[in-house]
Nanobody, 120 residues
């Protein structure tokens, strides 16, 4: 069974870098059938797609966040990470990792969510 386990700090200071990691079990992040994404939900708002990393380490980002976002991976640990720099209080949100079945672009597994608050 596939599981996505998130880890990361709950509080980040403004101007710092927010990093959240998603450790995958029950499947490899290097298989071509799937891609691995980050999505966030600010309080009182809808879901916002942030970016995706594919089996070949290629990445794509939401244009509105591209200048501040990067997604990396560690294949030896079967995990991928989100890095969002120069954060402001507007980046306060619940951050989710999720798996995408590439053939139909549907999300099929999600992490538990990480509440990240940006505050001094």
């Amino acid at each position: 069974q596939v599981q996505l386990q998130q880890s990361g700090p709950g509080l980040v200071k403004p101007s710092q870098t927010l990093s959240v990691t998603c450790t995958v079990s029950g499947g490899s992040i290097t298989t071509s059938y799937y891609a691995w994404s980050w999505i966030r939900q600010p309080p009182g708002k809808g879901l916002e797609w942030m970016g995706v990393i594919f089996y070949d380490d290629s990445t794509y980002y939401n244009p509105s966040l591209k200048s501040r976002t990067s997604i990396s991976r560690d294949t030896s640990k079967n995990q991928f990470s989100l890095h969002l720099n120069s954060v402001t209080p507007e980046d306060t949100a619940v951050y989710y990792c999720a798996r995408i079945f590439v053939a139909d672009t549907m999300y099929d597994y999600w992490g538990q969510g990480t509440q990240v608050t940006v505050s001094a």
